[in-house]
């Protein structure tokens, strides 16, 4: 392992590295590695051109030919505001600056906005796979809402030479029923015109936090992976768990909600980071669709968290993460490195499946 890495881990070194003894073993498990589009998907129901593009982004950046993806996301200008989002470096209000930074920081897509990926698509649509999320929550209605509209087509992302479409469903909404059903369309078109897709498997409901925050609970995010495999996300992108038993924390008193069966807690998972993070992986058909965890948000200690958080998706059987404001949200050499720091621990063979 590079020293980088385990200063990066610090106390949590140990605890991260050591982990030996996972709830659901590794051979349970259909494992990231260089095969995994021949192994996986060549069996499915994907067409060729499907299969074809999922190829080209797991043979593209710094992690091609591992089975492990690193790819730059930017679509918080509309999910948290332009000004939010680029007041820290405002060069990445152009839309060419946020490609610069994928191809330079090694990443196997670029995930971003129809209009960001439109406006450079002649420009850089073969040299890096595009990523096309077609929907968001748009912030500027008042007072704010919590909704996933389209913001264009699936042909347009396929006439701009997209790779993949992504999308994402706010599970647990009151909004989700319209959402499943518009991007279980969505794909669908996706899979016909050759084209992979990711799906954020997101939950949000006011009534997910209580005592925790159960929006980041193995329990409830997993079973919001498992809707996501559902329709055919190709590959799933999640935030890492952070703890478990949203639903018996919503099963209290008078209410009744989901079902559960307390083997969920004490067979399938236990309060190890690794644990929680597996419990995601297997629930995306035991890791025959590929879990990303997302990156979260800038702060001060954004490298260690990087890299923490790729130690935990890597050895839980996960395939990458997707990582923005930690990126961009600094200088490109600075955003460079941080991109190379989380696709060393996938090429690092000495952090191994636990």
Same mark, same amino acid.
């Given at each position: 392992?590079?020293?980088?890495?385990?200063?990066?881990?610090?106390?949590?070194?140990?605890?991260?590295?050591?982990?030996?003894?996972?709830?659901?073993? $590794? #051979?349970?498990?259909?494992?990231?590695?260089?095969?995994?589009?021949?192994? +996986?998907?060549?069996? =499915? *129901?994907?067409?060729? %051109?499907?299969?074809?593009?999922?190829?080209?982004?797991?043979?593209?950046?710094?992690?091609?030919?591992?089975?492990?993806?690193?790819?730059?996301?930017?679509?918080?200008?509309?999910?948290?505001?332009?000004?939010?989002?680029?007041?820290?470096?405002?060069?990445?209000?152009?839309?060419?600056?946020?490609?610069?930074?994928?191809?330079?920081?090694?990443?196997?897509?670029?995930?971003?906005?129809?209009?960001?990926?439109?406006?450079?698509?002649?420009?850089?649509?073969?040299?890096?796979?595009?990523?096309?999320?077609?929907?968001?929550?748009?912030?500027?209605?008042?007072?704010?809402?919590?909704?996933?509209?389209?913001?264009?087509?699936? $042909? #347009?992302?396929?006439?701009?030479?997209?790779?993949?479409?992504?999308?994402? +469903?706010?599970?647990? =909404? *009151?909004?989700?029923? %319209?959402?499943?059903?518009?991007?279980?369309?969505?794909?669908?078109?996706?899979?016909?015109?050759?084209?992979?897709?990711?799906?954020?498997?997101?939950?949000?409901?006011?009534?997910?936090?209580?005592?925790?925050?159960?929006?980041?609970?193995?329990?409830?995010?997993?079973?919001?992976?498992?809707?996501?495999?559902?329709?055919?996300?190709?590959?799933?992108?999640?935030?890492?768990?952070?703890?478990?038993?949203?639903?018996?924390?919503?099963?209290?008193?008078?209410?009744?909600?989901?079902?559960?069966?307390?083997?969920?807690?004490?067979?399938?998972?236990?309060?190890?980071?690794?644990?929680?993070?597996?419990?995601?992986?297997?629930?995306?058909?035991?890791?025959?669709?590929?879990?990303?965890?997302?990156?979260?948000?800038?702060?001060?200690?954004?490298?260690?968290?990087?890299?923490?958080?790729?130690?935990?998706?890597?050895?839980?059987?996960?395939?990458?993460?997707?990582?923005?404001?930690?990126?961009?949200?600094?200088?490109?050499?600075?955003?460079?490195?941080?991109?190379?720091?989380?696709?060393?621990?996938?090429?690092?063979?000495?952090?191994?499946?636990?």
């Amino acid at each position: 392992m590079t020293t980088d890495i385990q200063s990066l881990l610090g106390a949590k070194a140990e605890t991260l590295l050591g982990f030996k003894s996972p709830k659901i073993s $590794k #051979e349970r498990l259909h494992l990231p590695g260089p095969d995994f589009v021949d192994r +996986i998907f060549a069996q =499915s *129901d994907r067409n060729n %051109r499907v299969l074809s593009n999922l190829a080209w982004m797991f043979g593209s950046g710094r992690l091609a030919g591992t089975g492990y993806l690193s790819i730059l996301p930017v679509d918080q200008g509309i999910e948290h505001s332009g000004g939010a989002s680029f007041a820290k470096n405002p060069d990445y209000f152009d839309p060419e600056n946020i490609v610069k930074l994928a191809i330079e920081g090694g990443c196997n897509a670029v995930a971003s906005t129809f209009g960001v990926l439109g406006m450079m698509a002649r420009k850089y649509a073969h040299k890096i796979p595009f990523l096309v999320k077609i929907n968001h929550n748009e912030l500027l209605t008042y007072p704010n809402s919590h909704e996933q509209i389209l913001f264009g087509t699936v $042909k #347009e992302a396929y006439d701009m030479g997209a790779a993949a479409i992504g999308a994402t +469903i706010y599970f647990g =909404s *009151d909004d989700s029923h %319209r959402e499943i059903i518009e991007i279980a369309q969505a794909f669908a078109l996706a899979h016909e015109l050759g084209m992979a897709t990711v799906l954020w498997c997101y939950l949000r409901n006011s009534a997910f936090k209580k005592d925790k925050d159960y929006h980041v609970s193995a329990d409830l995010t997993g079973q919001g992976n498992h809707l996501g495999v559902t329709i055919e996300a190709d590959i799933v992108k999640q935030k890492l768990a952070e703890n478990n038993g949203g639903y018996l924390a919503l099963n209290t008193g008078d209410s009744s909600y989901g079902k559960l069966d307390k083997r969920m807690y004490s067979e399938l998972a236990s309060d190890h980071p690794i644990d929680l993070c597996r419990y995601q992986v297997a629930n995306c058909y035991m890791g025959r669709i590929g879990l990303i965890n997302s990156g979260g948000a800038s702060g001060e200690n954004d490298f260690a968290e990087a890299a923490m958080t790729a130690v935990v998706n890597k050895r839980a059987g996960g395939m990458g993460l997707i990582s923005g404001r930690k990126a961009f949200q600094r200088p490109r050499a600075d955003g460079v490195k941080l991109l190379n720091t989380i696709q060393d621990v996938y090429l690092d063979k000495s952090i191994t499946v636990a």
